[in-house]
């Protein structure tokens, strides 16, 4: 399994973009099917995008399309999270997940994971 290390989380205010970087360390990264969840104080971790190991296919929950983006650099083992408008809504820790997966998959569910980071905060004053 790969380690996952997110970083990028800060205070911004709504309307700012931010950038957060998932770097991986271990396994075969360029591999693994690779997703950023986050979870606010009293809900359950969801889904914000999706991708499978080299990019091509990628996935969005509908709240998220338009304004953010997911990317990854297979070279630099890291993943980011372009994340644009964002809202006061947006607020939650973010995770990193990734799962080893040769084919062209990827999945939306938290437990379809089996790698996962700390957390990065991210909080969107209004």
């Known amino acids: 399994q790969v380690q996952l290390v997110e970083s990028g989380g800060g205070l911004v205010q709504a309307g700012s973009s931010l950038t957060l970087s998932c770097a991986a360390s271990g396994g075969t990264f360029s591999s693994y099917a690779m997703a950023w969840f986050r979870q606010a104080p009293g809900t359950e971790r969801e889904i914000v995008a999706a991708m499978n190991w080299n990019g091509a296919r990628t996935y969005y929950a509908d709240s998220m399309k338009g304004r953010f983006t997911i990317s990854r650099d297979n070279a630099k083992k890291t993943v980011y999270l372009q994340m644009n408008s964002l809202k006061p809504e947006d607020t939650a820790v973010y995770y990193c997940?990734?799962?080893?997966?040769?084919?062209?998959?990827?999945?939306?569910?938290?437990?379809?994971?089996?790698?996962w980071g700390q957390g990065t905060q991210v909080t969107v004053s209004s």
């Open positions: 997940a990734g799962r080893y997966t040769p084919g062209n998959n990827y999945y939306t569910r938290a437990g379809q994971y089996d790698s």
